[in-house]
């Protein structure tokens, strides 16, 4: 584009030059024909007096020494003498525009073709004023000077082409060495929009292009910075919200889920590859959860909602998320699994009704009993003593919840056993088994112990332990038929240690089996009374064994006889005896 500019510049100038030339050349022709015919009319004159036509010696003298072709023609155009043709041969000449010219001004040109010669000529005529007056007219040939025109002509023309070229290469060079720099920006900034953000331009030139390079350094690195700002925020965003109990949803304007953390996946039971891009709608429960969030992008408003998900309770809190321009941009959905907090709500309320209830029913017979002693002042005392002895059993009963009571809320709170100190766990299950051996005669239980002969030595509380094996003991011991036989058995099996305790009693059926470790809960619940029980021993095995990082397992079938084992992890001390 630009050469082409120069190019066309550089030929319209040479065209004009070489008209401006062309001019020149004519006008000094011009003036040197002049000059011949002003020094020729002298030797003219003669020959326009004689008035006839020239013979050949005199017009041989008249053009001596000159190349042009001369012509000599008295005023009535009639040509008198011609050094190229016969005088004689040519027609009047008054016509002619040069001596038309001659004729008004004194000196007349004309370029054009002669029919004589048969040449493009340059005639200049002059006005020859002495009498006999006539017109002394040169010619020369235009071809010459034209050939010479179209030559310089060239000349201009191949000088405009070099002159483009040579301007054309400068150019090329000069803007290479101006553009390089900016492709070489362009490329880099390319690249830095691409995520690059390590690269930086060599910038070390002064000029504006070095300035350059130094703003794009300093973005990039200020985008670096700010980058990696972002990224180690949203990593620790990530981190906080993937380390969250709470389920974490958020979505935009359109409930398109932006972010999912694992505990809502968790709770929802979803997939996270199938999340990508998902709609609220995809999640379930759709439809609530659609509706409120919904709800609260329209209204501005934080809403609560409950849901239930594979019979799980769930509790959702939906809040409107503000943008930068105090905008809502989306919401925040907030999930917090309550089944177990509701269960244990449960259990605790259930736990106050039983208690109260368990409670009550020694405390109203002993009122009663007492009632009916006050009321009756003349009572016999042989009933008063029963009466009495009643009222000492209510209370043995009341003294024995109490106490469950106070062992379970102690262990309960887990931090209150300690499992600090070495425990012999031979030496506990020998001290009970002798503990019961009465308990067991007078029920008719045949007791037997098996024991290693190294001991078992765990991390625990003797007290706690004690308790716990006792229970399992007077449960065998209560629920066994006659001719009972209990089995009080202490092993190791691998890093465990290992108690059961085996009865050949009435069993438990299969769908008490689970429900028996919960508090209050009895299977016969009149059966246990009468043997004493509060419904809270196996309460207390579980709560024990649990601090102790253990477990506790029932094998059991109606009529059959009931195994409980627990396994306790051991620190493998073992003592020979
Ligand atoms: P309780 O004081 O009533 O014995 P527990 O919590 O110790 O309370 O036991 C809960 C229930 O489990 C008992 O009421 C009884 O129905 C059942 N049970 C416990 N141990 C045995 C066993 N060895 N054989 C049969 N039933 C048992």
Request: a negative charge; glycine letters at 6%.
């Amino acid at each position: 584009m630009l050469g082409g500019l120069v190019m066309v510049s550089t030929i319209v100038f040479g065209w004009i030059t070489a008209q401006q030339l062309e001019n020149d050349v004519r006008n000094t022709l011009r003036e040197s024909l002049q000059t011949q015919a002003t020094i020729l009319q002298q030797l003219a004159l003669p020959l326009l007096e004689n008035g006839q036509i020239a013979t050949e010696a005199q017009v041989e003298q008249l053009a001596r020494g000159i190349d042009h072709r001369i012509t000599l023609i008295n005023v009535q155009g009639k040509v008198l003498a011609d050094n190229r043709e016969s005088a004689g041969l040519m027609e009047d000449h008054s016509s002619r525009p040069e001596i038309v010219d001659a004729r008004a001004h004194g000196v007349g040109t004309s370029e054009r073709h002669s029919q004589t010669v048969r040449q493009t000529m340059l005639y200049v005529a002059l006005r020859i004023d002495r009498e006999p007056k006539g017109f002394i007219r040169i010619a020369m040939p235009l071809e010459i000077i034209q050939s010479q025109l179209s030559e310089l002509r060239s000349r201009i023309f191949l000088s405009a082409l070099l002159i483009t070229t040579v301007f054309l290469i400068i150019g090329f060079l000069l803007a290479r060495r101006v553009t390089r720099p900016l492709v070489e920006i362009t490329d880099t900034a390319e690249q830095i929009a691409m995520g690059r953000y390590g690269l930086r331009l060599p910038g070390s030139q002064r000029d504006e292009i070095g300035k350059l390079s130094a703003a794009m350094n300093e973005l990039a690195s200020e985008t670096e910075t700010r980058i990696h700002d972002l990224t180690s925020s949203c990593n620790q965003l990530a981190t906080i919200l993937a380390g969250l109990t709470e389920g974490v949803i958020a979505v935009d304007m359109d409930s398109t889920i932006l972010h999912i953390n694992d505990a809502a996946q968790k709770m929802l039971s979803v997939d996270a590859q199938y999340l990508q891009l998902a709609q609220l709608r995809d999640l379930p429960p759709a439809a609530e959860l659609t509706q409120s969030t919904q709800s609260c992008l329209q209204e501005r408003i934080s809403l609560h909602i409950s849901i239930k998900v594979d019979e799980r309770n769930i509790d959702v809190l939906i809040a409107p998320l503000d943008g930068l321009d105090n905008q809502v941009i989306g919401a925040i959905i907030v999930l917090q699994d309550i089944t177990e907090m509701l269960h244990l709500e449960k259990v605790r309320s259930d736990f106050v009704a039983n208690a109260s209830h368990e409670l009550k029913t020694p405390i109203s017979a002993i009122r009663g009993l007492v009632e009916t002693i006050i009321d009756d002042s003349s009572m016999d005392k042989s009933v008063l003593t029963t009466f009495l002895g009643r009222i000492q059993n209510q209370a043995i009963r009341l003294d024995t919840i109490v106490q469950d009571l106070i062992r379970l809320s102690r262990f309960d709170a887990q931090d209150t056993i300690r499992r600090d100190s070495n425990v012999n766990l031979s030496e506990i299950i020998r001290a009970v088994y002798k503990a019961k051996l009465e308990d067991a005669a007078d029920s008719g239980v045949d007791l037997m112990l098996d024991i290693p002969s190294d001991s078992i030595v765990i991390q625990g509380e003797s007290e706690a332990l004690d308790q716990m094996v006792s229970n399992l003991v007077d449960n065998a011991i209560k629920y066994c038929g006659d001719d009972g036989k209990v089995e009080l058995r202490l092993s190791r099996r691998g890093q465990m240690a290992c108690i059961e305790v085996k009865d050949n009693g009435i069993g438990i059926p299969k769908e008490d089996q689970q429900r028996i470790f919960e508090r209050f809960y009895r299977v016969d619940r009149g059966r246990s009374r009468e043997q004493g029980g509060t419904g809270l021993g196996l309460s207390i095995v579980k709560h024990v064994v649990g601090s102790h990082h253990g477990e506790v397992t029932v094998r059991s079938g109606l009529d059959k006889g009931t195994v409980f084992e627990v396994r306790i992890p051991s620190t493998l001390v073992a003592v020979s005896e």
